[in-house]
């Protein structure tokens, strides 16, 4: 059984930095693609970043590009969304995800596989 579990958020200041980390069960982090994505209150969900699991290729939404990165740790089956340069608009839930379909930053029904969410908060 594929299980993701997030950790790491929690509340930081305007223009600060935060990692969330999301370990995997049930899968090497290497044979899926794996993402990002987070969802705010009555919005839907929104694909941030992913990598694909042969080529390690990283892709990001426009709204984070320069800012986040995304890496995966394969020893430690983790990946990993650092945050930098935060606004208060990142503020929302964030959620990994995995996936089959090694075909870039897909919508989220594309996705099979999801983490508990965990919260980012970003004040002014």
């Known amino acids: 059984e594929v299980q993701l579990q997030a950790s790491g958020g929690g509340l930081v200041q305007a223009g600060g930095s935060l990692t969330l980390s999301c370990a995997a069960d049930g899968f090497s982090v290497g044979d899926y693609a794996t993402g990002w994505f987070r969802q705010a209150p009555g919005k839907e969900r929104e694909g941030v970043s992913s990598i694909n699991s042969a080529s390690g290729y990283t892709y990001y939404s426009d709204a984070v590009k320069g800012r986040f990165t995304n890496s995966r740790d394969a020893a430690k089956n983790t990946i990993y969304l650092h945050m930098s340069n935060l606004t208060v608009d990142d503020t929302t839930v964030y959620y990994c995800?995995?996936?089959?379909?090694?075909?870039?930053?897909?919508?989220?029904?594309?996705?099979?596989?999801w983490g508990q969410g965990t919260q980012v908060t970003v004040s002014s």
């Open positions: 995800a995995a996936t089959k379909w090694d075909l870039g930053l897909l919508p989220s029904s594309y996705w099979h596989s």
